[in-house]
């Protein structure tokens, strides 16, 4: 008997949007070794939507508080920065409100753990 199969066709279709947007707050040293990143007080995580708004946001993050980027990779939308508590917290919510306000992205919660 022959079984019936079908095909998935996935596609990707970027919207803009911020889609994460997190906050590390003092995290384990050994994360900053595993992501090949200087270590610092917080670790500020973004994932953006067309994928080259990591550029964009970076840009951004750098502008608006003392922070150092840490990764940025324009074909998947990820983007570290590294810096204190405070100024982590600062470039990533200053990136979801640029983004929204003068871009018309839709923002994403920041959370911070």
Same mark, same amino acid.
């Given at each position: 008997?022959?079984? @019936?199969? $079908?095909?998935? /066709?996935?596609?990707?279709?970027?919207?803009?949007?911020?889609?994460? !947007?997190?906050?590390? +707050?003092?995290?384990?040293?050994?994360?900053?070794?595993?992501?090949?990143?200087? @270590? !610092?007080? &917080?670790?500020?995580?973004?994932?953006?939507?067309? %994928? =080259?708004? !990591? /550029?964009? +946001?970076?840009? /951004?993050? %750098?502008? &608006? !508080?003392? *922070?150092?980027?840490?990764?940025?990779?324009?074909? %998947?939308? $990820?983007?570290?920065?590294?810096?204190?508590? $405070? +100024?982590? =917290?600062?470039? *990533?919510? &200053? *990136?979801?409100?640029?983004?929204?306000?003068?871009?018309?992205?839709?923002? &994403?919660?920041? %959370?911070? $753990?």
């Amino acid at each position: 008997m022959e079984q @019936e199969r $079908s095909r998935v /066709i996935q596609e990707f279709v970027p919207g803009k949007q911020v889609t994460l !947007a997190h906050v590390i +707050a003092n995290p384990d040293p050994m994360l900053y070794t595993k992501l090949g990143i200087n @270590e !610092a007080g &917080a670790i500020g995580i973004l994932t953006l939507t067309p %994928t =080259e708004t !990591a /550029i964009i +946001a970076a840009d /951004i993050a %750098t502008k &608006a !508080a003392g *922070v150092e980027l840490g990764f940025l990779d324009r074909f %998947t939308g $990820s983007l570290i920065v590294v810096g204190d508590v $405070s +100024a982590v =917290e600062m470039a *990533v919510e &200053a *990136v979801n409100q640029v983004l929204s306000e003068k871009l018309r992205f839709t923002p &994403a919660l920041v %959370t911070k $753990s």
